[in-house]
């Protein structure tokens, strides 16, 4: 489907070259001089990068991206197993189409999966998610006044900065957006 310039906003999906964008930011320009244009900032779906592009009288193919939850199963080798919440269907992933969710993947995770022309582009996993500490340096007595970090392992083998109170056995939340210690659980 196309759309104009006009039609630009925030969340929507464009084809550009092949390649799938995620609208970012957009700015309608209409200058005193000449026609109006549209500069927005355009991130790929895939590889997340940031592209920043100008359109002026221009027709623009938006993309129909398709959201579904998926479950993880299970890992075997660099497969890793999803199951469809919907069709019940499995969906063997390769490691480089799970991408940075592999971080968190826990069994019986659910994630969403962003799905265009029948093929997952890629994966997002839940804002917050719950890791327990697997190993990481004791904290001192009196440690807990003072701020600072430290890094703990956690059951996913993802290594995340947390604060010196922090041990082993603590069930941590983080923010998948910013890979980030949240807080306790």
């Known amino acids: 489907?196309?759309?104009?310039?006009?039609?630009?906003k925030n969340g929507l999906s464009i084809e550009l070259e092949g390649t799938v964008y995620y609208v970012v930011s957009y700015e309608n320009v209409k200058p005193g001089k000449g026609s109006a244009f549209?500069?927005?900032?355009l991130r790929n779906i895939k590889t997340g990068a940031?592209?920043?592009r100008t359109f002026r009288n221009e027709k623009i193919e938006t993309a129909?991206?398709?959201?579904?939850?998926?479950?993880?199963?299970?890992?075997?080798?660099?497969?890793?197993?999803?199951?469809?919440?919907?069709?019940?269907?499995?969906?063997?992933?390769?490691?480089?189409?799970?991408?940075?969710?592999?971080n968190y993947l826990k069994e019986n995770m659910e994630v969403t999966a962003l799905i265009y022309k029948g093929q997952v582009l890629t994966l997002?996993?839940?804002?917050?998610?719950?890791?327990?500490?697997?190993s990481t340096e004791p904290g001192i007595r009196g440690d807990t006044s003072k701020s600072g970090n430290k890094p703990a392992k956690t059951e996913t083998g993802f290594i995340v900065s947390?604060?010196?109170?922090?041990?082993?056995?603590?069930?941590?939340?983080?923010?998948?957006?910013?890979?980030?210690?949240?807080?306790?659980?």
């Open 124 to 134: 997002e996993p839940p804002i917050f998610i719950d890791l327990k500490i697997v």
């Open 162 to 185: 947390v604060p010196l109170f922090v041990s082993e056995g603590d069930v941590v939340r983080i923010d998948t957006r910013t890979k980030e210690y949240v807080g306790r659980v």
């Open 50 to 52: 940031i592209l920043e």
């Open 64 to 102: 129909d991206i398709d959201k579904r939850t998926f479950q993880y199963l299970y890992t075997s080798g660099d497969t890793y197993e999803f199951m469809d919440h919907d069709t019940y269907d499995q969906f063997p992933l390769h490691r480089d189409q799970v991408g940075q969710v592999e």
């Open 1 to 8: 489907m196309q759309a104009g310039i006009n039609d630009i």
């Open 38 to 41: 549209v500069r927005t900032k």
